[in-house]
């Protein structure tokens, strides 16, 4: 059984910095990783992949260039460093896990299988 618990959310104003983290549990860590996002009264939706040796990387058009994943497979965790955060960042984030050993990330929600709770962040001033 995966165990995904994201941590590191928080309050800041726009143009701050979070570095969120998710550390699994229950399973050898070789499985692509995601980031997903859902605001109130919206859908969740895609931030981040990562593959499963860290080497392979993608992003929403929305984050590029502000966001960076990474992963420690040694640490069973994977992160997610925000830069230049704006209001519309805000939302829910949840990390999630692909049932797929030594694969590639993916942009669509349907094909995780592990998900954390979720860690609020909130960027207003």
């Known amino acids: 059984q995966v165990q995904l618990v994201e941590s590191g959310g928080g309050l800041v104003q726009p143009g701050e910095s979070l570095n969120l983290s998710c550390v699994s549990s229950?399973?050898?860590?070789?499985?692509?990783m995601g980031w997903f996002r859902q605001a109130p009264g919206k859908e969740r939706e895609f931030v981040a992949t990562i593959n499963w040796n860290g080497i392979n990387t993608a992003y929403a058009d929305s984050v590029k260039g502000r966001f960076t994943m990474s992963r420690d497979n040694a640490k069973n965790t994977v992160y997610l460093q925000m830069n230049s955060l704006k209001p519309e960042d805000t939302a829910v984030y949840y990390c999630?896990?692909?049932?797929?050993?030594?694969?590639?990330?993916?942009?669509?929600?349907?094909?995780?299988?592990?998900w954390g709770q979720g860690t609020q962040v909130t960027v207003s001033s």
């Open positions: 999630a896990g692909r049932d797929a050993l030594y694969s590639s990330g993916s942009v669509y929600s349907s094909d995780y299988s592990y």
């Open positions: 229950g399973r050898t860590f070789s499985y692509p």
